[in-house]
């Protein structure tokens, strides 16, 4: 066989994301908490009760995990819930706590990145009305401030905050994530509130540490007209695109942010970002259908030849990612990729989506766009938010009620990408030997 490869630029970081809620167990005090409790809230009735009992210590095993795969970065994320449990008490358990996963992931040679708000938040704040009003400006800068006092000699990437448009979608417009509401105009304020929330934590973040790096994780969902050649579709598809992918990129970029109703001016938001975090899982055909009024008149749908992830939850369109990197490179930030993966708990599927995407993303490095490492999402299955644990996202299987975690054949396909920083034809033919021929047709052929 001919030795091809992709070989990435030096440096280059290779890791896993998680968040607090979906790993940590022992959850009392955010408003996701709450929300588990009420019937019907999450399939299955399903909790984030134990999850993967970080908050018990096996951090440590899974961070012996990712060090031995060759992994040598780690997103992961501060419950602002367990940090702030009452309004100015702080709890220094809980930042000992966050300390003691820092210094784990530097002996163990691991850049940590750190995101600050990850789709939960304390039930105090949401009862003094959350993200729907200006007053969360200050609450969340406060919160930042502490964190950056408290741990910011330990990291120097910060996500402010995860997804802030998949979060106003789940939470304001389809209703399944806390507060449960379904008003579009709301969720606009609310995108809108945390885009200034983010501006002030950027702001205080580099006053506490001059040698900071804040960005954002955005949620980059492909949305492609279902019939092209039919302008309905091709509008809907467009203003699904603008104010859900695009808002706040734009509004960082300018100092505007455009809402349905109209456009407002953000000057302290311009600039707010030293990188910008891709989080892309797949892509949509959008329909123009009446009956949608909340997603802008759009009906989605996968293609009827996409290949579909074990629920049917993600479609493989690595070609997707390649398009919103480029869509995003325009604008001259550093990348990350801080999500991407797949649920599919046999793991039939993900070797290739795996090899696929990242097929995608050096693509992406070799046409010059500044992406500077990738964070699969995830290393452990971990709660899956309304889908509790029916999806598996997870290098390493989970048996929540042992904690036992086995690898999946993708964990050593990763650990494999990691310590080479390449993919090789070799290492595709083994794992996904049907993509391997269209990734490497010469070598694959040869051989
Ligand atoms: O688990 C989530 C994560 O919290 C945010 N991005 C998508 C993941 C998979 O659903």
Not at 66 to 94: C, F, K, M, T
Not at 148 to 153: I, N, Q, S, T, V
Not at 326 to 339: A, L, N, R
Request: hydrophobic letters at 45%.
């Amino acid at each position: 066989m001919i030795r091809a490869q992709f070989t990435f630029p030096r440096g280059f970081l290779w890791g896993t994301a998680s968040a607090a809620h979906q790993v940590e167990g022992g959850d009392a005090l955010s408003d996701w908490k709450a929300w588990e409790a009420e019937p019907g809230r999450v399939l299955g009735a399903h909790t984030s009760a134990r999850a993967c009992e970080w908050l018990q210590g096996r951090y440590i095993e899974d961070f012996d995990r990712a060090a031995a795969d060759g992994h040598n970065a780690q997103r992961l994320s501060v419950e602002w819930a367990r940090i702030e449990p009452e309004p100015g008490r702080w709890d220094a358990a809980a930042l000992q706590f966050y300390r003691a996963q820092l210094l784990a992931l530097r002996a163990r040679n691991i850049t940590p990145m750190v995101t600050l708000c990850h789709f939960t938040q304390p039930l105090w704040f949401m009862e003094r009305g959350g993200w729907e009003t200006p007053a969360c400006i200050p609450l969340f800068e406060r919160y930042v401030q502490k964190v950056a006092a408290e741990l910011g000699d330990l990291c120097s990437l910060w996500c402010t905050i995860n997804e802030p448009n998949a979060y106003m979608f789940a939470a304001y417009v389809a209703g399944v994530f806390p507060p449960g509401r379904h008003n579009l105009l709301l969720a606009q304020q609310v995108h809108l509130n945390q885009l200034r929330a983010h501006a002030a934590a950027y702001h205080a973040l580099h006053a506490a540490r001059p040698d900071a790096r804040v960005g954002w994780a955005q949620y980059l969902r492909g949305f492609e007209a279902a019939r092209p050649g039919f302008p309905p579709d091709r509008w809907a598809a467009h203003w699904q695109h603008q104010l859900f992918n695009m808002g706040w990129v734009n509004a960082v970029h300018s100092g505007r942010f455009r809402m349905l109703q109209r456009s407002v001016p953000v000057p302290e938001c311009r600039g707010t970002c030293d990188w910008l975090g891709v989080n892309y899982y797949t892509r949509d055909l959008v329909a123009f259908d009446l009956r949608h009024p909340l997603e802008l008149f759009g009906r989605r749908q996968f293609a009827p030849d996409d290949v579909l992830s074990e629920q049917g939850f993600i479609a493989s369109h690595p070609a997707g990612l390649f398009r919103a990197l480029g869509e995003m490179q325009k604008f001259g930030w550093p990348m990350f990729v801080t999500e991407n993966g797949v649920e599919d708990a046999p793991d039939n599927m993900r070797p290739a989506y795996l090899l696929e995407h990242l097929r995608a993303l050096w693509q992406a490095v070799c046409f010059n766009f500044p992406v500077h490492g990738y964070f699969h999402w995830s290393l452990v299955d971990n709660f899956e938010w309304e889908r509790g644990w029916t999806q598996r996202f997870g290098l390493y299987a989970l048996d929540v009620d042992t904690q036992v975690r086995t690898p999946r054949s993708s964990a050593k396909l990763y650990a494999e990408i990691c310590r080479a920083n390449a993919i090789s034809a070799e290492i595709a033919q083994r794992y996904a030997p049907p993509v391997a021929a269209s990734m490497f047709p010469g070598a694959v052929l040869a051989g």
